[in-house]
């Protein structure tokens, strides 16, 4: 059974940073690109980011570019999300999610419906 487990989030005022991490068991996790998304207060879930299987590459919203770092250990199971300077409207619930299907991507997997297994998602609230 394929689980994934987000911790991090919390309170934080705009400016500050946070690190969220996804923890991930019962599959080969470094075999399988990993994404994030987010959905906030009335809104569908977005796009955030997204690494490659072997963490070489990274895609990332235009939104989040340039202050959001998406990263991965492949022998801890773990994929993080480094944010800084963050902003009120980073305010959501941020899920981790992994692909359907393992090795690489013709296109960038921006869309909910490539990944086939998600968190449970976790709180990040940022405060003017």
């Known amino acids: 059974q394929v689980q994934l487990v987000e911790s991090g989030g919390g309170l934080v005022q705009a400016g500050g940073s946070l690190r969220l991490s996804c923890a991930v068991s019962?599959?080969?996790?470094?075999?399988?690109?990993m994404g994030w998304f987010r959905q906030a207060p009335g809104k569908e879930r977005e796009f955030v980011a997204v690494?490659?299987?072997?963490?070489?590459?990274?895609v990332y919203a235009d939104s989040v570019k340039g202050r959001f770092t998406i990263s991965r250990d492949n022998a801890k199971n773990t994929v993080f999300l480094q944010m800084n300077s963050l902003k009120p409207e980073d305010t959501a619930v941020y899920y981790c999610a992994t692909l359907h299907s393992p090795g690489s991507w013709i296109l960038p997997p921006r869309t909910e419906e490539a990944y086939g297994y998600w968190g449970q998602g976790t709180q990040v609230t940022v405060s003017s």
């Open positions: 690494i490659s299987w072997r963490g070489g590459i990274t």
């Open positions: 019962g599959r080969t996790f470094s075999s399988y690109a």
